[in-house]
Structure formats: structure tokens, C-alpha cells
């Protein structure tokens, strides 16, 4: 009775809390499928009723859990739809895309900044259009560049903007940035340029303590003055991320290295930062009061324990950091967390970590259901959660009623003792935040588990802490330099070169296939039964051995659909622009041009690398390059930076631009020869497929006349390369962006002006309309990569209408995503999938809903399993 | 404890049915250490009739008050306050002794059973100076928790032998300003009294520093077969 008694105090909270709040979180997932699947959720919520009633009259559970934990499920569902169907009513969507309005409304989230611009979340409340103005609601995301003014959430604002519907690229197993957005319940995007574009009216309501904001931005721009003036880069950059959250002086390499090695949530404030924070100072002072003498303490302990007093003390601390890290979502997420631990050490509880975190989770749910799709939500959770378990099961195989009358144990002993229970942690979180990094980052960051065990502790205890003295010092003093500017400096450069030489390690930044839905879930539920049989060490055996199984198919990536009879041509969605991936029966692989690259979305790097990573490509046989415009080639530096490329195929004509430098550069740090393609050279060539090229028609070593500084686009466009790919019965013809010069003299090869597939060329421009080299094709299918709402036009109708007339479906990225066609080299057969045919639709209440819900189970199962084919 | 979910309880981690479970050591009991006794008739004749133990080697403190029974649930609910940090039970156990103790000699001071600094460090409190301190508050007697130290780190007493127990404690306590007890009547407050080593121990310092009386009393009293 004694010993089941201590258990059952400390494991009372949760088993009442737990429940209810999972049965919560999976109502709401649930709730975001309902549309999807109204029968089957139905269906599945009667079960789950059926079952938990079932148990209640088997005597498992009383019925006040049961009914706690069916109303907590159902809620989960009903507030999910509550709140997407309150969007749903939103009539912002009708001023989409229309011409520019007024816009007038909220900032209802913390605002998030970067060097040079400002993302709002705007709850709109009127458009105003010409003389009228209309009351509207629905969120609106504005982007703010160059604007050099303070917005905070609360403040109201007016702008003049063109609306758009939230829009990203649409691949296989790829990130959806629109509906990522659209989850969200933002439904309109817009940006606007420069000073003045925005008027900010003060806060009205909600904020009566926007003068202390105030206060603390004053205090941000001071600390901020002072580390410009007495830092230097990368210590500059580091100081600023940390202390008071402004990323804009951390260089791209410094980033990089960081992601490489696992370690980077350190460089800006996140949770860990204030858990360290906290931990930091909650530890200071109880170290400090229990080193009182005797009856001091004795004295103090009538009146409060030291374990208190710490938790008393590290409360302001904490909020101080947060308040001057910028208050983001993040940290107010880590802070609430933090909050609610510090009230349960308080409270004598500190043992219900899980329990605080479930709450937090709920009070970030419940007002924004939406952010259980958050890639930082899942991240910051998942790891807190490792942590909390970890010390969960640390704490349970201590003995629970009697103090151990232990020797005091030495220095070193203790140091080795923390320094063991850091890297468990560090394990533990790893481990559990694995798949996500592999799903959203196709990465495993495995040199975390060594270096998080000596970054964490260097920052945490000596920067952070040492940050935030200096900062306290130049506040109070109203000094104009940072104090121990040597000393801080010092630090972060030797963290800087730590990192950068552990990113150097061979294999260090290890790129690896998103894992799929289905396995994610088999990997938890494994990791989960370790955790919950503790007393069955065989079982826990294989669950560990299962872990490791998977963890090393995850790593290991193979190619496991090298088909020697099947080819597969891949047209990537990369907004307007062309890339294209042929996979050859023989494994060989070729990537036609590289998509855009803009300021902060690198196709190559959003789009082609995780397409490839998940098919589990990691060498590029042949990187062709059709012709030197950026819709074409910006995406090819970071492709040729990452992947083992074999050989490199271009036009050879030379441009000045910078993007074309940069590709230039990467060429040659690579190592890599620039081949010049020319008519009738053959590219690639295997057994049954080869890869030819159709144009442009050069003298062999005649490279001066290439090497025009400018040239026209038409020109540019009518120099690029045309290939040709056969395969057996199938042939591919690639026009790159070839206009009516170039495809006239295709036109005239006989033999190969046609294809069974063509990619049409240009993006469907007029300037490519060439009817009569349409009228000839005896294509089945052609495909037109083009960007949605591009500011070309593109695709210009009468090239869709030319197709249309000829009978040649065809495909569209902007429309359709990602579009890929495989082939068996044995028959004619030759299969067409888009990304669009992934998207799970509505299921109408007064149409077929058993097929339709059927479909969207097999369109659901693809998505899972991740299948590609 | 008995599973029934608590909601608005006075007492913290115990239902009140529980709670009233707990009942003081029913008399007769050994007039000088409280030991109960199996039958009426030990104290019939001779109501100054001592325990086998207070008789074979006198206690140093002329009285000591165990008012309850070591048993489930204030076994439970002193290895929480104890162990456990849960120093909100202090309230409700410090209840407990006001409401057993019946009428008290005249009392100048009131002492708790001292922790040795290290032990105070791990546990950052002291079980019994905290029942002390509501005992002297109710009591209206002062209270003094920096005159009985203890000197010397040994292991808890629950982890041995009952011979070891007696070995253990020696020569552990002091006084630290002995003239200031001198003709004094002390109580001496601890939690649990099991063999009454500790504040056997304690109270032989304090006569040492010729303290007039020096009664005990305890929560708990582990009572042996």
C-alpha cells in the first residue's frame, strides 16, 4: 500500500489531465479531416464512444472519465470546424486578385521581422474600393518591405495593396506553402514597398500596456546601438539572434553551419534558450540560499523553502528575457510553458512536466487550432516532450520514499553525472524530433547528439547569461558601449569556429528522403511502447530494435525503384520557371535547368533537392543548363553546391548578371567542365535511351561568337537547348523556352519535330506560338511549366486553344503541380500523374459520399505511404 | 490515497475520510515515553509504573508525549511532508499535535530536533523546527532552533539496526550557548519517535547544560510487534 502510494500521488494530475487533453489534440486532427471524410469521422467518433462506454461497463474506467475524455474528442472536432468554418464565412476571399484596395484592419499576431521587412498577420475589418467601403472580414498575411517604421500587434493599419490567393508550389511529398497558409485560415497575401506604405494608427483597444512595449522596443534599440558599436561580426550577428532576437546580422554560412550540426535553434531565442535561462538562474539562487548559514536558512525556511524563493526569482528573469526577445509566438509559447512549470515547482509538483506542457499545448490550440500544423509548434513540442520524459523516467528509477544517504559526491562525479543526464537529453530529443526534421528539412542532423552536448552549455551558461548581464549593465547605466564587449566576443567566435568546423566534418549535413506519414507514426508508436513498458525489458528490446531498423532505412535513402524498364520524367513545379528530372531505366539521372531563385526561395534548394532526396537521388548524372536566364538557372548553384553532379551541359553563351556569375562561380568551385551543347551531340545515351540535341547549331570550338555581352531575350530564348529523349517507344521532346526562329528550324527535322511528349516550349508565350510546327505534333500529352499569376501572361490563351484544336491534353503546373509520366519501355504504356490528383477534396453531404470518400481514403494512403509512383 | 478524487479538501493529498483514520495512541501508555501498553492493568496499581525499556536505563528526558501511532496514513502523509517537499502538510500534521496533547508542565522553551547543515541543504527545511514553529505559535511559548545543534553528519537512523541506532547518535548534538538553558524546562518537538535515540540523545546534552526539565514530544511513534 506505502509504496503504490508515493506513485500514485505524483502520477495523479496527469492521469486526470492527460487523457482529456490528448482526446483534445486528436479531435481537433480529426476536425481537420471532417470535410474530407464526414462519414468516416462520424463513423469513428461512434466507435471510439461505443468502446470507451464498453469499458466503462467492464469496470476499466468510471464513467466520469470516459465522458471527460468523449467530450474533450468531440470538442476537438467541433472547434476545429467551428473555427475554419467562422473562415469560411470570411468574404475577404472575393477581393482576391482583383485590382488594388484599401485595406483596413488589425494586426491580431505577434508582428515577425527580418533586416528588412515586417510580416503582419491583419485581421481585416473594411476594403475600401473607389469611393465605396465594405465591412469584411478574414486574415490577411502583408509583407512590409523596406517600410523602416514599428508595427505591433494590436496596432490598426491601412494599406493599399493588390490582394492574392496564398500560392506555393505544388510536387510530390513536397511542402505546400499556399495551403500551409490557407490552414492557417489566411486566405489573402499581399505586399507593399516601402516607407510610408503602411499607416499605422496606435493601438485602440486590447493593449493598454502598449506604452511598456513601447518602453521595451526603446530598450531593444538601445541594446541593439550598443552591440553595433562595440561588437564585430560573427559576434555581432550571434549576440544580436540571442539576446534580443534580431536575426539580421547572422550570415548565411554562420546559418548553414549551424543546420549542419544540429545546434540551430541556438541562434535564435527559442525555447531552449529560455528553459536554459531558467534553469540557469533557478539553480544560481537555490544555490546561492542553501549555502546561507544554518539558521538563516532555518529562519528562511519557516517563512518559505529555497526551492520557491528560485522558482520566485527566476519568473521575472525569464519574462524579462522574453519580453526582450520580441515576445514571438515562440517564445511566448516557451515562456507560457516555463510560466506554468515555475507555478507547478511552486505548488510542490514538479513532477507533472507533462502536465504543463499539455496545458500550454491546449491554451496555444485553443485559440489557434490551426498551429497543430506548425512545423515550429510540432518541433518545439516533440522536443519538450522528450526532455519532460527523459527526466520523467530519470526521476521514477530513483527511490521514491527515502532520501539516499549519499557521500557527498566529488566535483568530477557530479560533472560526469550532469554531463550524462545533458547528452540522454540531448539523445532524446534527437531521436524524437528526427522524422519531423527528416519531413520538413530532409535532413538528419545526427552530429546534434555531439554537438548540442557542448554548444548548449557554452551558450547557455556563459553567452546567454553573460548577454544579458551586459545588457542589464548598459540599461541601468545608460551606457553607450556594451561592457565586456572582449570577453563576449571571445565567446561567440570560439562557438562560431567550433560549429564551423564541426560542419566540416565529412557527411556532417546528411540529406536523406522524407520519411512517410504511416512510418512516422510506426517510429513513435515503437519509441512510445519503450517508454510505457519499462517492466517488459524483452518486449522493449525489439521496439529498440525496431527503432534502429528504421532509423537506418530513414539515413540510408536507397533508390529502391530503379526499374530497368521504366522511365520517369518529372516536370517540377517551380512557380515560373523550368525544371525538369529524367530518371533513365539504367539509374542514370539528368536534371534540365533549375527554376527561379528569388530572395528568400531558392527553387533549387525548395523545391528539386527535396524531390530528389525523396526519390532518393543524391548524384546528378547530367545538370543541362538550356540557356542562361534566371527562370531557368537560378536554381542551379545551390543544386550543383549540394548534389554529385557528373557532367555539366550549357549553351556556353556568357551574360554579365549576377545570377549568371554565381552559377559561373559554382561551376568552377565544383570542379566541374562546361560542355557546350551543340545539334546532333548526344548527351546522355543507355542501352535503349539516349539523349540528343536538337539545337542550337553550333561550329564545334566556335565560342567567340557566343560570348556577346547582351543579347536579346528572343535571342537568348532561340539559343536554348532542345532535346530530344527516346527511349524505346517513347520519346520526350524538351523545348526549353525556344521561340517561332527556333521552331521553325526544328520543324524542319523531320524525324524528330514531334514526340509523344512535349513540353511546350516557353511557358505557353506568344512569342513561341508557332501553329504550324503544333499543327504537325502527333503528341499524346504536352506540358507547360508556368508559374501561377505570373506577371507574363503566361500561358497566352491562343497557345492553349492551339493545343485544344489539336486534341493534345494538356498539362499545366500552375494548375495541375507537379506533373510526372512514366513509361514501360516494353509497351506503349505510359502513365501520368499530377500533384493536383493528391489533394484531398470536399466530400459534399448531397453527392456520392462513399465514392468520393473513397477516393480521398486512396488519395490520403498516397500521402502517407508517400508513394511517388 | 483511497483514489477517491480530491476536490476543495482542507488537507492536501488526503481525503477526509482518511484524514479521520488517524487516531492517538490509545492510554494506558508508559508515563515517561508514552509506549503503549497491552492492558489496563500495567497502570492500576502503580500509576507511576515505567515501560521494561525506561526501566532498565532511565531516559534523559523526564517526559516524552508520542501521540500517534506510526501506521498508514500518517506514515504516508510524514514521509510526503519529510521527504518529499510537501511542506503544505505541516498545517494540518502540526494540527494533529495540538489537538493530542493534553495539559503541559510550565514551558520557557520550545526546541526541534536539529538537522546537521548538510541534511538541512538537501532538504532545505527542517521537518521538525516547521511543527515546532506552529506549536509555538499556538502555544504561545518561544522557540529556539539555533541553541541545539548537531554536529556531526551520520547516517538516518531509519537505515539502522536498532544497535547501531544507539552507536549512531553519539556524541552528534551540542549545545551552543549551554548558559542560556541552564535551569530552563525545554520541550523538545521531532516528527517520528522510533527507538527515541535521537532525542534521547538530544535531551542528555541539554540536562548536560543543566536545563531543568526537558519533555519531548512526537508526532509518530513506530510501535514495534
Same mark, same amino acid.
Given at each position: 500500500m506505502s509504496s503504490s502510494r508515493a506513485s500514485h500521488e505524483c502520477g495523479f494530475l496527469q492521469f486526470v489531465i492527460l487523457p482529456p487533453i490528448l482526446s483534445f489534440l486528436l479531435g481537433l486532427i480529426l476536425g481537420s479531416y471532417v470535410l474530407f471524410f464526414p462519414g468516416s469521422t462520424f463513423l469513428l467518433l461512434l466507435a471510439i464512444g461505443l468502446g470507451l462506454l464498453w469499458r466503462e461497463q467492464l469496470g476499466q474506467m468510471t464513467l466520469n472519465q470516459g465522458s471527460s475524455i468523449f467530450v474533450c474528442l468531440v470538442g476537438g472536432v467541433v472547434w476545429w470546424v467551428?473555427?475554419?468554418?467562422?473562415?469560411? @464565412?470570411? /468574404? #475577404?476571399?472575393? +477581393?482576391?486578385?482583383? =485590382? $488594388?484596395?484599401?485595406?483596413?484592419?488589425?494586426?491580431?499576431? $505577434?508582428?515577425?521581422? @527580418?533586416?528588412d521587412r515586417l510580416v503582419m498577420i491583419v485581421e481585416v475589418s473594411h476594403i475600401g474600393q473607389g469611393e465605396e467601403i465594405f465591412p469584411t472580414t478574414g486574415l490577411l498575411r502583408l509583407t512590409w518591405r523596406e517600410g523602416h517604421q514599428v508595427v505591433r500587434q494590436g496596432n490598426y493599419i491601412e494599406v493599399l495593396a493588390q490582394l492574392r490567393e496564398p500560392y506555393g508550389t505544388r510536387n510530390p511529398g513536397g511542402f505546400e506553402y499556399g495551403e500551409y497558409l490557407k490552414r492557417k485560415g489566411i486566405h489573402a497575401v499581399a505586399s507593399v514597398s516601402g516607407p510610408g506604405k503602411v499607416q499605422v494608427r496606435a493601438s485602440t483597444n486590447l493593449w493598454e500596456f502598449s506604452w511598456f512595449l513601447e518602453e521595451v522596443d526603446g530598450w531593444r534599440n538601445q541594446v541593439h546601438q550598443a552591440a553595433v558599436d562595440t561588437l564585430d561580426d560573427p559576434a555581432l550577428g550571434l549576440f544580436l539572434?540571442?539576446?534580443? &532576437?534580431?536575426? =539580421?546580422?547572422? *550570415? $548565411?554560412?554562420?546559418?548553414?553551419?549551424?543546420?549542419? *550540426? &544540429? @545546434?540551430?535553434?541556438?541562434?535564435?531565442? =527559442?525555447?531552449?534558450?529560455?528553459?536554459l535561462i531558467a534553469f540557469l538562474v533557478f539553480f544560481c539562487v537555490k544555490g546561492c540560499v542553501l549555502r546561507f548559514p544554518t539558521v538563516w536558512l532555518e529562519w528562511l525556511s519557516l517563512r518559505v523553502t529555497a526551492t520557491r524563493l528560485s522558482a520566485m526569482v527566476t519568473f521575472p528573469v525569464v519574462s524579462f528575457y522574453s519580453l526582450l526577445a520580441g515576445a514571438e509566438i515562440a517564445t511566448i509559447r516557451s515562456w507560457i510553458m516555463i510560466a506554468l512549470f515555475l507555478v507547478a515547482v511552486w505548488l510542490g509538483r514538479e513532477k507533472h512536466l507533462l502536465s504543463a506542457l499539455g496545458i500550454a499545448a491546449i491554451l496555444a490550440l485553443v485559440t489557434n487550432p490551426q498551429s497543430i500544423y506548425d512545423t515550429s509548434f510540432q518541433l518545439s513540442y516533440s522536443a519538450v516532450l522528450a526532455i519532460a520524459l527523459v527526466i520523467q523516467m530519470n526521476r521514477r528509477s530513483k527511490k521514491e520514499d527515502q532520501e539516499l544517504f549519499m557521500p557527498s559526491s566529488t566535483w568530477g562525479e557530479? !560533472? +560526469?553525472e550532469r554531463t550524462k543526464q545533458a547528452w540522454w537529453i540531448t539523445l532524446a530529443v534527437t531521436l524524437v524530433t528526427l522524422p519531423?526534421?527528416?519531413?520538413?528539412?530532409?535532413?538528419?542532423? +545526427? #552530429?546534434? %547528439? %555531439?554537438?548540442?552536448?557542448?554548444?548548449?552549455?557554452?551558450?547557455?551558461?556563459?553567452?546567454? $547569461? !553573460?548577454?544579458? %548581464?551586459s545588457v542589464m549593465w548598459v540599461l541601468l547605466t545608460g551606457s553607450v558601449t556594451l561592457p565586456l564587449a572582449a570577453l563576449n566576443q571571445a565567446i561567440a567566435d570560439t562557438l562560431v569556429h567550433i560549429v564551423t568546423w564541426l560542419a566540416q566534418i565529412p557527411g556532417a549535413v546528411w540529406h536523406v528522403a522524407s520519411p512517410s506519414i504511416l512510418m512516422i507514426f510506426v517510429f513513435y508508436g515503437l519509441l512510445l511502447t519503450i517508454v510505457l513498458c519499462l517492466h517488459l525489458p524483452k518486449f522493449q528490446m525489439g521496439c529498440a530494435i525496431g527503432v534502429c531498423v528504421i532509423l537506418f532505412w530513414w539515413s540510408w535513402s536507397p533508390r529502391f525503384d530503379i526499374d530497368a524498364n521504366t522511365v520517369r520524367v518529372t516536370f517540377l513545379d517551380v512557380g515560373q520557371g523550368d525544371a525538369t528530372v529524367l530518371e533513365l531505366p539504367n539509374g542514370e539521372t539528368i536534371l534540365i535547368d533549375g527554376g527561379p531563385a528569388y530572395r528568400r526561395l531558392d527553387m533549387g534548394k525548395a523545391v528539386i533537392g527535396p524531390y530528389l532526396w525523396d526519390r532518393g537521388i543524391r548524384r546528378l548524372d547530367y545538370v543541362i543548363a538550356t540557356h542562361p536566364q534566371w527562370d531557368h538557372v537560378g536554381g542551379l548553384p545551390w543544386v550543383l553546391r549540394s548534389f554529385d553532379v557528373g557532367q555539366y551541359w550549357s549553351n556556353g553563351i556568357v551574360r554579365e548578371q549576377e545570377f549568371y556569375q554565381r552559377l559561373q562561380q559554382e561551376i568552377h568551385t565544383s570542379g566541374l567542365k562546361e560542355h557546350v551543347a551543340s545539334k546532333g551531340q548526344e548527351i546522355a545515351s543507355s542501352g535503349s535511351c539516349a539523349l540528343k540535341v536538337l539545337s542550337p547549331v553550333r561550329e564545334i570550338g566556335d565560342r567567340s561568337e557566343t560570348l556577346k555581352p547582351s543579347m536579346s531575350g528572343e535571342v %537568348? /530564348? /532561340?539559343? =536554348?537547348?532542345? @532535346?530530344? !529523349?527516346?527511349? &524505346?517507344h517513347h520519346s520526350f521532346l524538351l523545348t526549353a523556352d525556344a521561340e517561332v526562329d527556333a521552331l521553325s528550324k526544328l520543324n524542319q527535322l523531320l524525324d524528330a519535330r514531334s514526340a509523344r511528349v512535349v513540353k511546350v516550349p516557353h511557358h505557353g508565350a506568344k512569342s513561341s506560338l508557332h501553329r504550324g510546327w503544333i499543327q504537325q505534333l502527333d503528341a499524346e500529352v504536352a506540358v507547360v511549366s508556368v508559374g501561377q499569376h505570373n506577371r507574363y501572361g503566361h500561358p497566352y490563351p491562343d497557345v492553349v486553344e492551339a493545343y485544344a484544336q489539336e486534341e493534345i491534353p494538356l498539362y499545366r503546373t500552375d494548375l495541375d503541380g507537379a506533373v510526372w509520366i512514366t513509361a514501360n519501355l516494353d509497351s506503349h504504356e505510359m502513365t501520368i500523374h499530377t500533384a493536383l490528383e493528391r489533394k484531398l477534396q470536399v466530400v459534399q453531404l448531397n453527392t456520392a459520399v462513399l465514392k468520393n470518400e473513397w477516393e480521398n481514403w486512396g488519395r490520403l494512403w498516397r500521402q502517407w505511404t508517400g508513394e511517388v509512383s | 490515497m483511497c483514489e477517491i478524487r480530491l476536490s476543495g479538501d482542507a488537507i492536501p493529498f488526503f481525503c477526509h475520510r482518511c484524514w479521520h483514520t488517524i487516531q492517538a495512541i490509545p492510554a494506558p501508555t508508559c508515563p515517561q515515553c508514552s509506549l503503549p501498553f497491552h492492558s489496563n492493568i500495567a497502570l492500576q496499581y502503580s500509576p507511576q509504573h515505567r515501560c521494561s525499556t525506561c526501566q532498565t536505563q532511565r531516559p534523559a528526558f523526564s517526559q516524552a508525549w508520542t501521540l500517534y501511532p506510526y501506521e498508514s496514513p500518517l506514515k504516508e502523509a510524514i514521509k510526503l511532508f519529510k521527504y518529499q517537499g510537501k511542506i503544505s502538510l505541516a498545517d494540518p500534521l502540526a494540527t494533529l499535535m495540538i489537538t493530542a496533547l493534553g495539559s503541559l508542565p510550565d514551558i520557557d522553551v520550545i526546541i526541534p530536533v536539529p538537522l546537521h547543515s548538510t541534511r538541512l541543504r538537501e532538504r532545505e527545511y527542517n521537518q521538525s523546527l516547521l511543527l515546532a514553529h506552529r506549536m509555538s505559535t499556538y502555544l504561545d511559548i518561544p522557540l529556539n532552533y539555533s541553541i541545539l545543534r548537531r554536529i556531526r553528519e551520520t547516517p538516518p537512523q531509519t537505515s539502522l539496526t536498532k544497535h547501531a541506532r544507539l552507536q549512531n547518535l553519539r556524541r552528534s548534538f551540542a549545545v551552543k550557548t549551554p548558559q542560556l538553558l541552564k535551569g530552563k524546562s525545554i520541550l523538545l518537538v521531532d516528527d517520528v519517535y522510533t527507538t527515541g535515540t535521537t532525542v534521547n540523545e538530544c535531551a542528555k546534552v541539554l540536562r548536560k547544560a543543566e536545563a531543568k526539565h526537558v519533555y519531548v514530544v512526537t508526532l509518530a511513534r513506530m510501535i514495534h510487534g
Open positions: 467551428a473555427m475554419v468554418s467562422n473562415q469560411a @464565412t470570411d /468574404n #475577404l476571399i472575393q +477581393w482576391v486578385n482583383v =485590382s $488594388p484596395v484599401q485595406v483596413v484592419g488589425e494586426v491580431v499576431d $505577434p508582428v515577425r521581422r @527580418t533586416p539572434g540571442m539576446i534580443i &532576437g534580431e536575426q =539580421s546580422f547572422i *550570415t $548565411p554560412e554562420v546559418r548553414e553551419a549551424f543546420m549542419a *550540426t &544540429g @545546434t540551430v535553434h541556438i541562434i535564435s531565442i =527559442s525555447g531552449s534558450h529560455l528553459g557530479s !560533472l +560526469w519531423l526534421v527528416a519531413y520538413y528539412f530532409n535532413q538528419i542532423a +545526427w #552530429l546534434g %547528439l %555531439l554537438s548540442n552536448v557542448v554548444v548548449v552549455p557554452l551558450v547557455g551558461f556563459l553567452m546567454i $547569461p !553573460l548577454g544579458l %548581464l %537568348l /530564348n /532561340n539559343q =536554348s537547348i532542345i @532535346t530530344r !529523349l527516346d527511349c &524505346g | -
